[in-house]
Nanobody, 126 residues
Framework: QVQLVESGGGSVQAGGSLRLSCVASRATHSSYCMGWFRQAPGNEREGVASIDNDGYTHYADFVKGRFTASKDHARDTMYLQMNNLSPEDTGMYYC????????????????????WGQGTQVTVSS
């Protein structure tokens, strides 16, 4: 069992930045893929970004060029650097770990993820 704990959320103005962290309860180097997802009020949860053990990253089109996913294996921590935030980025952000993802291109499929954190709230005001 892996427990994931997110932190780093908060309230910022449009154009600002935040860095989210996701700490795993044990080493996740054996996991194939770590992902970030978000859910805005009234919307379904959606994929934001992913990073696998090779350091290969994927991003949703709506965050490309603004968000960067990274991973520190020594600290068992994954990060999401979010720049140039807009009100549309407001939502609860979740990290997840997949030990069974067979195709990197499926990084955005939530059923592929085995473990989930409780989320951290990001609020962007205009």
């Amino acid at each position: 069992q892996v427990q994931l704990v997110e932190s780093g959320g908060g309230s910022v103005q449009a154009g600002g930045s935040l860095r989210l962290s996701c700490v795993a309860s044990r080493a996740t180097h054996s996991s194939y893929c770590m992902g970030w997802f978000r859910q805005a009020p009234g919307n379904e949860r959606e994929g934001v970004a992913s990073i696998d053990n090779d350091g290969y990253t994927h991003y949703a089109d709506f965050v490309k060029g603004r968000f960067t996913a990274s991973k520190d294996h020594a600290r068992d921590t994954m990060y999401l650097q979010m720049n140039n935030l807009s009100p549309e980025d407001t939502g609860m952000y979740y990290c997840a770990a997949s030990y069974s993802l067979s195709n990197r291109r499926d990084w955005w499929l939530q059923p592929e993820y085995n473990y989930w954190g409780q989320g951290t709230q990001v609020t962007v005001s205009s």
